[in-house]
């Protein structure tokens, strides 16, 4: 069972992003990282950190939960992109990782969706 991270346009031949539930987790835990915080001291996610004390155009990707459903309006999807590709420049240059290559592969295909639903104003869903 997984994750599936596609643009809401109707097209079945739509690129799309997938991960693990676990994959996904992970992934995201990174994000915080790169962000300057650890995503187990927010709210939802086991801390008691407010979201609103947290500065990053990924929160909508971020604080939301592992398991699917919801989704992410072409507007959202715009204001992550530049984030999401700052940090995948970033990775890029990182080494010794060994999930490291996964959460690039993942930002890339997940960069390909976002540009995608910004383009045909179309929401990325998450099923």
């Known amino acids: 069972m997984g994750l599936i991270l596609f643009p809401g346009d109707g097209d079945a031949s739509s690129p799309d992003a997938t991960w693990s539930y676990n ?6 835990r990174r994000l915080a990282q790169a962000e300057g915080f650890s995503l187990s001291e927010m709210r939802g996610f086991g801390g008691e950190r407010a979201w ?19 989704e992410l309006s072409p507007t959202e999807c715009a204001a992550i992109l ?7 420049e970033h990775w890029q240059d990182e080494t010794g990782d060994p999930l490291l290559q996964q959460h690039l592969d993942g930002a890339r295909q997940l960069t390909v969706v976002l540009r995608l639903c910004v383009e045909r104003d179309v929401d990325l869903l998450f099923l």
């Open 52 to 70: 609103r004390n947290v500065s990053t155009a990924l929160e909508p990707l971020l604080n939301r939960p592992d398991d699917g459903g919801g």
């Open 82 to 88: 530049p984030r999401l590709k700052a940090i995948t």
């Open 23 to 28: 994959g996904f987790a992970a992934f995201r």
